[in-house]
T-cell receptor, first 112, second 108 residues
């Protein structure tokens, strides 16, 4: 039981490049989330998917898109990376929005 | 949206000391979690505690939902307790809101 996995662990991009962050969970959870964490701050919600087939914006969605590929997988795409998107990105999942959330190990992204 | 405030922002402890971390929130919540972010950046679930008291080894937590606060107790601290402790609450729309965290350093 791997829990929540994320790939890649590290990535360096140049301004304007695109990339997709992958997230998968094997806990049969319905809801999945993408957060970003900037230095000295707590996590902020980018997008979430309450159930397979639905996605909604969180607190900081600008510059990102998401895809809930199936119940297990939820990807985050940066179409045109900007230095302001340099951050650590965490994926999380839960059985329902009011239950305990479990987090992946994070992806450290640097945009030059 | 709901506001989550943690105190103190920083804490330096000598190994073996006890401490209390506090989390205040501005509105009714459906869920409250405590996390430990270790020096490698990994987020570790400590407690899921919408109300009441729970204990796990040297750590315990109490949430008083009616008074909108939660406390995390660390007893007999060890150097491995170093890191950032986050409180996070789920608002009425099911979104998890994080506090800014308490940075804990435990010295030998």
């Amino acid at each position: 039981n791997a829990g929540v996995t994320q790939t890649p662990k590290f990535q360096v991009l140049k301004t304007g490049q695109s990339m997709t962050l992958q997230c998968a969970q094997d806990m049969n959870h319905n809801s999945m989330y993408w957060y970003r964490q900037d230095p000295g701050m707590g996590l902020r919600l980018i997008y979430y998917s309450a159930s397979e087939g639905t996605t909604d914006k969180g607190e900081v969605p600008n510059g990102y898109n998401v895809s809930r590929l199936n119940k297990r997988e939820f990807s985050l795409r940066l179409e045109s990376a900007a230095p302001s998107q340099t951050s650590v990105y965490f994926c999380a999942s839960t059985n329902s929005p009011y239950n305990e959330q479990f987090f992946g190990p994070g992806t450290r992204l640097t945009v030059l | 949206g709901i506001q989550v405030e943690q105190s103190p922002p920083d804490l330096i402890l000598q190994e073996g000391a006890n401490s209390t971390l506090r989390c205040n929130f501005s509105d009714s919540v459906n869920n409250l979690q405590w996390f430990h972010q270790n020096p490698w950046g990994q987020l570790i679930n400590l407690f899921y505690i919408p109300s009441g008291t729970k204990q796990n080894g040297r750590l315990s937590a109490t949430t008083v939902a009616t008074e909108r606060y939660s406390l995390l107790y660390i007893s007999s601290s060890q150097t491995t307790d170093s890191g950032v402790y986050f409180c996070a609450v789920t608002d009425s729309w099911g979104k998890l809101q994080f506090g800014a965290g308490t940075q804990v350093v435990v010295t030998p």
